[in-house]
T-cell receptor, first 112, second 115 residues
Framework: AQTVTQSQPEMSVQEAETVTLSCTYD???????LFWYKQPPSRQMILVIR??????QNATENRFSVNFQKAAKSFSLKISDSQLGDAAMYFC?????????FGEGTQLTVNP | DSGVTQTPKHLITATGQRVTLRCSPR?????VYWYQQSLDQGLQFLIH???????AKGNILERFSAQQFPDLHSELNLSSLELGDSALYFC??????????????FGQGTRLTVV
């Protein structure tokens, strides 16, 4: 994606509850990939989930799932049964050609 | 461990100086990406190399340059450093030209502090 926008600088959720992080993107390409990465306090970038744009089925990885709305250029991340270890900065990213561009991030706090 | 190695982990230098950050991609990965993350900011894409050739350039300052060597390791050179260049610099690698079908594997980053 040429641009990726995350409109929620901060979000919070109670432990065991569900939270959704928003992401929109802009691209003129028909073939692209979307990602959610997690950055805990250690600053390590960890892949959470990825989505191929040509696949209509939403990707799911255990407690993490996405809602991919291609026409709306929306790619939200849902975290179910939130755990304390989910607390981190979450970055949405998208490809444009060979480049991978990220949004500004959403800081997720998980309250016990 | 992602398999991507960045050195050094920390670097403190003075304004006006020049530094080189090094990245060793995962074994067999041909693509190397460089990102800058300033304090509490997102990741700014700087540049992408594939098999030794520059393939995409982002918001990289003219004072910054990079290259990828025949053994596929990459170096990011930062010169005439300013206080605002203080940031965490990430390198990422992927097997092919893009990250399609796989992911970008990130190193631990180099923390650069300009004083």
């Amino acid at each position: 994606a040429q641009t990726v926008t995350q409109s929620q600088p901060e979000m919070s959720v109670q432990e065991a509850e569900t939270v959704t992080l928003s992401c929109t993107y802009d691209t003129s390409e028909s073939d692209y990939y979307l990602f959610w990465y997690k950055q805990p306090p250690s600053r390590q970038m960890i892949l959470v989930i990825r989505q191929e744009a040509y696949k209509q089925q939403n990707a799911t990885e255990n407690r993490f799932s996405v809602n991919f709305q291609k026409a709306a250029k929306s790619f939200s991340l849902k975290i179910s049964d939130s755990q304390l270890g989910d607390a981190a900065m979450y970055f949405c990213g998208g490809t444009s050609g060979s480049r991978l561009t990220f949004g500004e991030g959403t800081q997720l706090t998980v309250n016990p | 461990d992602s398999g991507v190695t960045q050195t050094p982990k920390h670097l403190i230098t003075a304004t006006g100086q020049r530094v080189t950050l090094r990245c060793s991609p995962r074994s067999g990965d041909l693509s190397v990406y460089w990102y800058q993350q300033s304090l509490d900011q997102g990741l700014q894409f700087l540049i992408h190399y594939y098999n030794g050739e520059e393939r995409a350039k982002g918001n990289i300052l003219e004072r910054f340059s990079a290259q990828q060597f025949p053994d596929l390791h990459s170096e990011l050179n930062l010169s005439s450093l300013e206080l605002g260049d203080s940031a965490l610099y990430f390198c990422a690698s992927s097997p092919r030209l893009g990250v399609g079908g796989t992911e970008a594997f990130f190193g631990q980053g180099t923390r650069l502090t300009v004083v």
